[in-house]
């Protein structure tokens, strides 16, 4: 793959062409040459796009496919395409399948349906067997299999010796594992922050508490483990405090937040709205600004568009009956840049995968290409027109954002709406 | 005015104190009716109203029966104990299903919070609220404050305390909204395990102590202990409830004034009240009852005055 980029602004705070607007050329997939002016002396593909902006290829660390068993919802191939239309070069994809991804042979059939794709697909493995809480699957196994990660997709580790033994066990082999922040008996049947909202609503509050002891927990258990702890998607200011503090004592932690969690508080319940339907739930503004706050001055490590495709048959329901979750790849970028600088947001979009044992390099010369084009000016309103998703559940659905994906080039190939 | 600012009666908080007021003076018109010898008027003749009962319930669905019947609306009923989502059917579709066959109107009482809001952006139909989870209980509400009205005049400047479990109430809910929309003080008063943590956000105070309640009110709203709605204890026992919570003819004799007391029901006798209260002069939990018909004639009068047009 031969392509010669025209006139792209590369963003990149740890490249030596950091805001500069050059040409770039890549040759056999690896950057080649990047000048002021490069004549495409060999006829390659040219790629010339207005207000083009280049930066290293995206992360996410948090993202569900559904295959296999709900390939209703989404398949890895089209979200796949999904994450490359939306800028992100690399994914790391939830374990909760069905089965749930707990297995050598399971992790193998999700990687080999992710092969040859310009989108490098990273599965985490669950946690527990068949993620149920109870007994610690084969991590060991799964991480030689190509797991990045260990992780029961939303649903908390309710038994603290459990949790004990897998970050004591997991640091044998350096195999980070990830704790879902919420204590599930404070919770109870809470679907909603607990606030004004809730108790106007009548629906059942899921309180800070819930996610700061359980984060207090883990914290605790950890510093006297050793090993490597995630914690994804926190959502309290309070959750940002303890986490800043457990760094401040060296402890291995690390965490990241959902795109929405940044964007909306709950106030936008009074609807009943279901695509606002999300756990951990929306919270307020007051833990808005603490999270960008964190995010700021790096006490929160990653963000996460959570990206999680429901079926409509799932969401248009009544309140209590909806299942939780919503799409984000697509919204991830706009939102992102809306809310804060593009240079933090690309910061913050190409943090994350040294965690999770994913090497990547700043744009240089005699490196692979593994970019992402985008132009961060276009502002619009996000519509179904901008879902390539299988589900629909949007909950950035009408939303004004700023800044859109042009695609990717990664892996040797060139993705481009 | 003569026409309410909303096309269905989902809450109260969707209401202002015009549509209350249009409300209250729409039931005195059928207050006088229900007790006249022809208790029925022949308003809603060429209207069709569906009773959706997606949980239980005696005397709401029998007040909105009577009340569609005095009208002469042709009535239809549906229970079921189970949700439709449960027996496979989505909700959207179960009334849709029975608005072909040409309802005009559809009451529902829902388990859960936000059904009927749901259902009101999903069907073409005039939605009534009936209960819906924990959130609202509107036409109990508009009753309660109509009682209030008929008993002490006015409801504006009044002082109302809710007592017992408002943690699962959608009738202190309702209440809570429609006292505060019509200027009055509203306290709420309870253990602390059933009262919501952000209660006073929605403009209430708080007390966890009876007496002071009592004799802080003019009117002390009992509700009933809702154990079917509780996945935990929220308290030891029922004794201990009472004990610390049940309104008796010695306590309501030991206050600085006579207050009136109020009670949606069913009651459990003895619990939140003993009998001698609540067959005292001072409850009017039987007017509530019979105020109920005429406040739900007249919710379903004006709303079905919006569809003719």
Not at chain 2, 86 to 111: A, F, Q, Y
Not at chain 2, 159 to 178: C, E, M, P, Q
């Amino acid at each position: 793959m031969n392509v010669l980029l025209k006139s792209a602004t590369i963003i990149d705070s740890k490249s030596d062409f950091h805001n500069q607007t050059v040409d770039i050329l890549i040759e056999k997939g690896v950057i080649s040459k990047i000048s002021k002016r490069i004549n495409n002396t060999n006829d390659y593909r040219e790629i010339h796009l207005d207000n083009l902006h280049v930066s290293q290829g995206w992360f996410d660390s948090s993202v569900s496919f559904g295959e296999p068993g709900f390939e209703e919802r989404e398949t890895i191939s089209n979200g796949l395409k999904t994450a490359a239309l939306s800028g992100f070069t690399a994914v790391a994809m939830n374990a909760n399948t069905n089965p749930v991804l707990d297995s050598y042979a399971d992790i193998s059939f999700v990687i080999s349906k992710g092969q040859n794709n310009a989108v490098s697909l990273y599965p985490i493995g669950a946690l527990t067997n068949g993620s149920k809480g109870e007994n610690l699957a084969e991590l060991f196994d799964m991480k030689n299999a190509g797991a990045v990660a260990f992780y029961d997709y939303q649903k908390p580790i309710k038994d603290p010796n459990l949790m004990k033994i897998a970050l004591q066990y997991a640091d044998n082999f350096g195999g980070l594992i990830c704790s879902f922040p919420q204590e599930s008996k404070i919770t109870g049947l809470g679907v909603v922050n607990e606030n004004y909202t809730s108790t106007s609503l009548g629906l059942k509050g899921n309180p800070n508490l819930a996610e700061e002891l359980q984060i207090v927990r883990d914290l605790f258990l950890l510093e006297y483990t050793g090993g490597k702890l995630h914690i994804p998607t926190i959502s309290t200011a309070k959750s940002v405090s303890l986490i800043r503090e457990a760094k401040k004592k060296k402890l291995d932690v690390s965490c990241s937040v959902a795109i929405h969690n940044l964007f909306f508080s709950d106030s936008v319940l009074e609807g009943f709205d279901t695509r606002y339907k999300v756990t951990p739930p929306l919270r307020t503004q007051e833990d808005i600004d603490a999270l960008i706050e964190g995010l700021k001055d790096g006490t929160i490590d990653m963000v996460t568009s959570d990206h999680n495709p429901i079926d409509i048959e799932h969401k248009k329901v009544e309140f209590d009956y909806a299942e939780y979750g919503t799409i984000g790849l697509e919204s991830a970028f706009g939102a992102l840049n809306t809310v804060l600088s593009t240079k933090k947001a690309i910061d913050i979009l190409t943090k994350g995968k040294n965690r999770f044992g994913i090497a990547s390099k700043p744009i240089a010369l005699g490196v692979k290409a593994e970019l992402t084009l985008f132009n961060p000016k276009t502002t619009y309103t996000f519509t179904k027109a901008q879902i390539h998703s299988t589900s629909k559940n949007a909950i950035f659905n009408n939303v004004e954002l700023k800044g859109s994906v042009y695609g990717i080039i990664a892996n040797k190939k060139v993705v481009l709406k | 005015m003569n026409e309410l600012s909303v096309n269905h009666l989902l809450g109260i908080k969707y209401l202002n104190n015009e549509d209350i007021q249009l409300i209250f003076e729409t039931a005195d018109h059928f207050k006088e009716v229900i007790n006249r010898p022809i208790k029925k008027v022949p308003s809603l003749r060429d209207i069709t109203i569906a009773n959706l009962f997606f949980e239980n319930s005696t005397r709401t669905k029998l007040s909105f029966e009577l009340a569609e019947k005095r009208l002469s609306a042709d009535v239809i009923n549906f229970s079921a104990s189970q949700s439709s989502v449960k027996k496979g059917e989505t909700l959207i579709d179960t009334v849709n299903n029975i608005l072909s066959m040409k309802v005009d109107m559809v009451v529902m009482r829902h388990p859960n919070p936000g059904a009927s809001v749901f259902l009101s952006n999903h069907v073409n139909a005039s939605i009534i609220n009936a209960g819906d989870g924990a959130h609202e209980h509107p036409t109990q509400a508009l009753l309660d404050s109509y009682s209030i009205r008929e008993r002490l005049g006015d409801v504006k400047g009044k002082k109302v305390v809710i007592v017992g479990d408002i943690l699962h109430s959608r009738v202190a809910l309702s209440n809570i909204f429609a006292l505060k929309t019509q200027g009055a003080q509203v306290m709420v008063c309870g253990p602390k395990t059933l009262i919501p943590k952000y209660i006073d956000k929605l403009g209430v105070t708080v007390e966890t102590n009876l007496r002071k309640a009592l004799n802080w009110c003019d009117v002390a709203n009992m509700l009933r202990v809702q154990n079917e709605r509780m996945a935990v204890s929220y308290f030891p026992s029922a004794r201990e409830y009472t004990q610390q919570y049940g309104v008796n003819m010695e306590l309501l004799n030991s206050l600085d004034k006579e207050i009136t007391i109020m009670h949606p029901g069913p009651i459990n006798r003895g619990v939140e009240i003993t009998s001698d209260v609540a067959d005292s002069d001072q409850a009017i939990i039987l007017d509530q009852v019979q105020n109920g018909v005429a406040i739900r004639m007249a919710v379903i009068y004006l709303l079905a005055s919006k569809i003719k047009q």
